[in-house]
């Protein structure tokens, strides 16, 4: 099983280094964690480890793909790709693309070092889903530990990320954070995903996308009222924002939390103007809501 990921060599002087060596991530039981960081170099693999629902098994309409192939799609298109730290020395991999590029386009099968021009390094990052009752889950991961996933056709409460409920409201006392009272995430307990069934394919690939990163261990950056409807300056176009993109500064918080089993918060603070305004929005939100529901 790949978790053997360990501390590069820095050489004296150096100011950069690679992934692996800045985020040493390793499992003592990988069996009981349900999603993993499997770093070599500067390469990342998320690795998840599903359990979805009968109803996250249906077609999604006007489409012969499941709500779970579509929400799997979605998390792979935000979460995966290239991204770049200030921190990041390349592990070789940039400067060996660079030099075969030369050869290939130059026919030059020995170019020097001012020939060839490595792209800056970047954490070059893939999803990989495996579910539970899979050939490949039974065959390799018979004591894996899954979190769940389920589809909700209410619309009361939004898409969510909660424990069980023996986890509630203790969790607080680990990080003294509100987000924490429903949502104790460790490494071995992240929480299981409640989505809804959104008719619009774009809107609930980005959805999931942004409760897939709270398993990672990313807290919220928008205003909810557990931030006391503060939003986290900056993050306007972040995915644990309002589902943009997802941010290098995100992935360093899951890294941050995977190192620390602790999950990794954006800052909050209470300012009084912001808290009336939204609890305000959020009673109008909510009274329209049982409104619409009880017209139909």
């Given at each position: 099983m790949e978790n053997n990921s360990q501390t590069a060599v820095k050489q004296h002087g150096d100011t950069l280094v690679t992934l692996q060596g800045k985020y040493p991530i390793l499992y003592r039981k990988p069996s009981k964690i349900p999603v993993q960081l499997i770093i070599v170099g500067n390469k990342l693999r998320i690795r998840f480890f599903v359990r979805y629902s009968k109803s996250m098994l249906e077609k999604f309409p006007g489409s012969n793909l499941s709500y779970a192939d579509?929400?799997?799609?979605?998390?792979?298109?935000?979460?995966?790709?290239?991204?770049?730290?200030?921190?990041?020395?390349?592990?070789?991999?940039?400067?060996?693309?660079?030099?075969?590029?030369?050869?290939?386009?130059d026919n030059n099968e020995n170019p020097t070092e001012i020939e060839i021009k490595p792209l800056k390094a970047a954490v070059r990052t893939t999803v990989e889903f495996i579910r539970y009752g899979s050939t490949t889950?039974?065959?390799?991961?018979?004591?894996?530990?899954?979190?769940?996933?389920?589809?909700?056709?209410?619309?009361?409460?939004?898409?969510?990320?909660?424990?069980?409920?023996?986890?509630?409201?203790?969790?607080?006392?680990?990080?003294?954070?509100?987000?924490?009272?429903?949502?104790?995430?460790?490494?071995?307990?992240?929480?299981n995903i409640t989505l809804h069934n959104?008719?619009?394919?774009?809107?609930?690939?980005?959805?999931?996308?942004?409760?897939?990163?709270?398993?990672?261990?990313?807290?919220?950056?928008?205003?909810?009222?557990?931030?006391?409807?503060?939003?986290?300056?900056?993050?306007?176009?972040?995915?644990?924002?309002?589902?943009?993109?997802?941010?290098?500064?995100?992935?360093?918080?899951?890294?941050?939390?995977?190192?620390?089993?602790?999950?990794?918060?954006f800052p909050k603070e209470f300012k009084s103007k912001v808290f009336s305004a939204g609890l305000k929005r959020s009673y109008r939100l909510q009274f329209n809501t049982l409104v619409n529901k009880s017209k139909k």
């Open positions: 579509i929400s799997e799609a979605g998390i792979r298109a935000n979460w995966s790709g290239r991204y770049t730290f200030p921190w990041l020395a390349d592990d070789g991999f940039e400067r060996a693309r660079a030099k075969a590029t030369v050869r290939v386009l889950a039974q065959v390799n991961y018979p004591k894996q530990r899954f979190y769940c996933v389920k589809l909700s056709k209410g619309t009361l409460f939004p898409a969510h990320v909660v424990s069980p409920p023996w986890r509630w409201y203790w969790g607080f006392f680990r990080v003294f954070q509100l987000e924490s009272l429903y949502l104790n995430w460790s490494c071995a307990h992240p929480g959104e008719a619009n394919r774009h809107a609930y690939q980005q959805i999931s996308a942004h409760e897939t990163g709270h398993v990672l261990g990313v807290g919220d950056a928008y205003g909810a009222n557990y931030r006391f409807f503060y939003e986290a300056p900056g993050t306007g176009n972040y995915m644990m924002c309002h589902n943009r993109k997802v941010q290098p500064v995100e992935l360093e918080m899951v890294f941050k939390s995977h190192m620390s089993n602790r999950m990794h918060y």
